[in-house]
């Protein structure tokens, strides 16, 4: 079982312009990793169905009106480009993320020229996938968000979701990917103490299955970049983990 205990909803909350959650349909035929993604979601505040074959998925759709469908591209009883078309007969227009394997290239252009909006690689990170299933819906128009510019602040850091650039102080800083992505789970829970097992479960791949000291390791590393560049912003909590906060 993950450990998301203290995890918050993002302050860059996404919702209908009504203020009703956003819904997503899940389809994966491994049942962990698709909880594993719909429980991260609903941490979002989004209202979420899984399935785990083309039946079951068309079966959801029909009494559930998803706002996008996070589709494996292998499916038992048939495949996920194949799913996507039958969605969009009942929901036009439905905005779609592929989940693909890492080296099935040919699945990645397959998928986005079909019509695609996006796709995700096997094993992904969970707050790289929540991110980009925002950044799909954000450009299809299909939600609002409660600050309209895609940028995380935390005192005069700034991180852009969109562009993937940060800065502080208006200085630039360059990161790594997995450096930008632990910045940015850092960032949307501001002033939360997250364990170093909180960190990896949403940070780094799904079945990673790493030892805790990674974490240590890159929050070092981000320190050297951000930290030297005005008061502390990152803080150890013995014990507990880690928080990033304004500094003094």
């Known amino acids: 079982m993950n450990d998301y205990t203290g995890i918050e909803a993002s302050s860059q909350k996404l919702s209908h312009a009504d203020g009703s959650p956003m819904r997503a349909l899940v389809v994966d035929d ?7 993604v719909a429980m991260s979601l609903r941490y979002e505040g989004w209202d979420v169905k899984t399935a ?18 996070v589709l494996d591209i292998m ?11 039958s969605l969009r007969g009942v929901h036009a227009g439905l905005p ?30 969970l707050e790289e996938l929540v991110a980009r299933l925002r950044g799909v819906l954000r450009r299809a128009g299909a ?20 562009s993937y650039e940060v800065h502080r102080g208006g200085v630039p800083i360059d990161l790594t990917s997995t450096e ?24 780094w791949d799904y079945d990673f299955g790493g030892k805790a000291s990674i974490v240590e390791i890159y929050i070092s590393y981000l320190r050297k970049k951000i930290d030297t560049l005005g ?10 983990g880690y928080i990033i906060k304004p500094g003094d």
């Open 30 to 36: 491994e049942e962990s990793l698709a909880d594993l």
């Open 52 to 69: 785990h074959s083309v039946a079951e998925a068309m079966k959801q759709a029909a009494s559930f009106a998803p706002d996008i469908a």
């Open 75 to 85: 499916l038992p009883d048939g495949d996920g480009l194949s799913l996507m078309k």
């Open 96 to 125: 779609v993320l592929f989940l693909t394997a890492k080296d099935a290239v040919d699945d990645r252009v397959a998928g986005l020229t079909a019509g695609g909006d996006d796709y995700v690689t096997k094993p992904f990170s």
């Open 143 to 162: 939600g609002v968000t409660e600050n309209e510019h895609a940028e995380l602040r935390v005192g005069d850091l700034v991180l852009n979701e969109d």
């Open 180 to 203: 930008f992505e632990l910045l940015r789970y850092l960032m949307r829970n501001p002033k939360r103490v997250l364990s170093k097992a909180n960190i990896l479960d949403r940070v």
């Open 231 to 240: 008061p502390p912003l990152i803080h150890t909590v013995r014990g507990v």
